[in-house]
């Protein structure tokens, strides 16, 4: 038996919100951006070539943005959670890894951002 370890990638997608400690990032807001890896098995698509049998980026895209703009978060980790949870009571994928970049984080460095990244399964 061969297990699929196949995935969705989304790259990349920003979103203009209001997660951060401090006051001024929560009125303000900033620009964050998101990566995503959905695993999912996509042999049946692969075959079939029909959307019903996969995961409708948009439909993703979608669902992330409305979770991510739901609440002004303090820290990235819980925003990151939450997005993980929504895709996984959502979607059929056995497990997601999402990355949250903050690349105007007030932080006096030169850096291209801060960023979380975690990885959840499904429990059932």
């Known amino acids: 038996m061969v297990i699929a370890m196949d ?9 203009f919100a209001y997660h951060g400690v401090n006051s001024f990032e929560k009125e303000k807001g900033q620009p964050f951006e998101l990566d995503l890896i959905l695993y999912i098995d996509l042999s049946a698509a692969g075959k079939t070539d029909k959307l019903e049998d996969t995961v409708n980026y948009s439909d993703v895209i979608r669902l992330v943005t409305a979770v991510f703009l739901k609440e002004k978060n303090d820290l990235i980790e819980r925003t990151a959670e939450r997005v993980a949870e929504a895709i996984l009571s959502r979607f059929p994928v056995s497990s997601v890894t999402v990355q949250v ?24």
């Open 101 to 124: 970049k903050k690349p105007e984080a007030p932080i006096q460095a030169d850096l291209d951002y801060v960023s979380v990244e975690i990885t959840r399964n499904q429990t059932n």
């Open 7 to 15: 995935s969705i990638q989304i790259r990349g997608l920003r979103i």
